[in-house]
């Protein structure tokens, strides 16, 4: 099928003068408008996306300015932090090394001239740091007032991070020695964790978190 379009033949000689008039303004304004259409408004609509794009690499190399100039600082806190640490892993034992540690506080006691009535380990337990274990023993001490204060500086001095909380002072109840005093206190030290075992807290914790979403 052969399709031709046929435009009309217009005599601009035997048009009135008024259409003539008329022609020769629309024309000209039909042919900017055409013009407008299929070639200004894509390349303006290029031009948008253009500045669009431009604005949004600038926010990024802006922001990538920032973070450039910050990094000095953060690699120094970081530094700092990282430091912090290894001190703090130097006051913590590892788990094998807890009972010489509590052997040792229990030696203080004895050299502060106190009589050790109870020394009760409790299982450990996770602290809420996920870091470190916290390892309590509930411990019963009898002696001179002046003894449970050398007691306690003896222990604030060990290199090892030792706590000593709930403490509860009475009459020994000893009528022969009535100056003597009965102290019970829990005494908590704290042991690092492995990677090992951080990585079996993290795998279990995934675990518990799929069975609650599965219920």
């Not at 932090?81 to 807890?98: C, D, I, Y």
């Not at 509860?168 to 009528?175: E, Q």
Request: net charge positive; hydrophobic share 35%.
């Amino acid at each position: 099928m052969n399709l031709s379009l046929k435009l009309p033949k217009i005599d601009l000689e035997t048009l009135p003068k008024q259409q003539k008039q008329l022609l020769l303004i629309v024309l000209p304004l039909l042919i900017t408008a055409l013009v407008g259409y299929f070639v200004c408004y894509p390349l303006y609509e290029d031009m948008v996306k253009l500045e669009q794009e431009t604005t949004k690499q600038q926010k990024e190399i802006d922001s990538a300015k920032v973070k450039a100039a910050n990094l000095p600082k953060v690699k120094a806190e970081y530094t700092k932090v990282q430091a912090e640490l290894k001190e703090l892993e130097k006051q913590l034992p590892e788990e094998k090394e807890v009972s010489g540690l509590l052997k040792k506080v229990s030696e203080l006691g004895t050299k502060a001239e106190l009589q050790v009535l109870k020394w009760k380990p409790k299982d450990k337990t996770l602290h809420q740091s996920k870091e470190v274990y916290e390892i309590p023993v509930e411990v019963e001490l009898r002696g001179q007032y002046h003894s449970f204060g050398q007691f306690y500086s003896n222990v604030t001095k060990l290199e090892r991070i030792v706590n000593v909380s709930d403490i509860n002072m009475a009459n020994a109840g000893i009528k022969a020695r009535p100056n003597e005093l009965k102290l019970s206190c829990l005494i908590t030290t704290y042991s690092v964790l492995t990677d090992k075992e951080r990585e079996e807290i993290k795998k279990k914790e995934k675990e518990e978190k799929e069975k609650k979403e599965k219920k």
